[in-house]
């Protein structure tokens, strides 16, 4: 069975059902439904699309991104094609990319069911071996996926959380109407010199509408996710100092928020017959907060390796992981945990990297490194660049207790 009919969920059911499996796809929400979220879907993600034949009526093409460092200043991170991913992401409005992806998996055999996934049932030898639903129905299974989001219930109910540890975001997003051609990320300081903990957004919606919002990061005190309303005027007060915007105030539609559980640390993806997948698996970028590419790549790769046989799955799935995307994530982790708390180093890093001369430079490299683009990225000085990034990354961060965390949380065996 698979918990949760999100981009991660409806990738799972998908490669399971074509792959012959019988799947349950149990989702707590009635589709089409709204989620808290940028809308954009980046390269690996417009590509993974592509290679399952789902297409995206309605998606917007969108290519390079502009950073607005503290000062004002400007950088155009180019989005230039890999060799494994298109120089192009998508925007689409979740309700309807989730609404499209669910879709598919139920065309292709998976069986949708709306009711929430409530407590866990007993399996053999007392392993987790499904779920009773909220409607009084019970779903046994020889293999739960968990793609139930940043707050799991799959991951709690199997013990795979531990809690200090977890990195959390909170984000609240708006659909405004001051139309953008390239998605804006800003860096701002709240007051001089001090550095907001994450970042503001202005993206590129359909229908000419924009897709706006804030987010911060706040480590493993969710309390502090309040931050991102308390600092919403002075944010929408800076969007319009800098010109993007007609008006200083959010738009009156259209707010939610939502949870971003980033780096993977804290959530052990695997063990037994339950495997976490996209946020529930905190698969989120810890510099960018992009979740969907990884969650559909999650998805696809723990339903390969339920395909090949459930005994070994857990054990295939977490060794794809740290191939796939424990290299970046414990980096991006260790500087991310490194950075919150210090808003002057905050400050001083996007002063520096939109700094004229330094950003232009950067440029290349920083878009590559920064989306997690270096694997399959098109050969070239940008590439070189970003790969002694990664690698300066690496080192500095190699002998902390994130890193720790990660050998032993995807350890081949358990
Ligand atoms: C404000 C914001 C902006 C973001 N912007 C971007 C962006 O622009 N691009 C990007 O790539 N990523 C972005 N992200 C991250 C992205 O939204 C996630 O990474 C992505 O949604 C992960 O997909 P998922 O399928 O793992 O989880 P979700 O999309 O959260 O889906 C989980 C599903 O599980 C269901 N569910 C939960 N609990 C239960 C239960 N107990 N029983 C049954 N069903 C359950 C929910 O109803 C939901 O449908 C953003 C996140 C936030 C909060």
Redesign the pocket.
Known sequence: MV???????SIAALVLARGGASVAL????NFP?D????????PR?VRLLDDLGVALPGALRVDDMAVIGPTGRRVRLPCDAGLTYPGYAYALPRAQL?ATLRQAAVAAGAEPIT????DPLGGDGGALGGFALSTGAEVAADVVIG????T??VAEAAGLIDPARVLWGF???WYGADPVDVPQILLWDTSPGRGFPGYGWL?PGVEGRSNV?L?VGVLADRTAGAEAGRCSDAFFAHLHRVGLTGSDRPPASGRL????KMGMVGTRPAEGRVLL????AGL?NPLQ???????MGSARAAAEAVLAGPDQAAARYRSFLRRTYAPYQATTASLHRAMLGRPRAVSAVGRVLTAPGVGRALAGAWSIYWNDLLDGAAPGSARRLAAVAAAAGRVATSAGPTRRWFDEALAAAS
């Open positions: 918990v949760g009919a999100g981009p991660a969920g149990v989702d707590k929400a439904r989620k808290a979220c940028g809308d954009l879907i980046g993600g989730d009711a929430r996934a409530t793609a139930d989001g940043a799991s219930r984000a609240l997003r993206f919002g987010g928020g939502g949870w971003l997948v996209g946020d529930a989120v907060g992009e979740g969907i590419s990884e969650a």
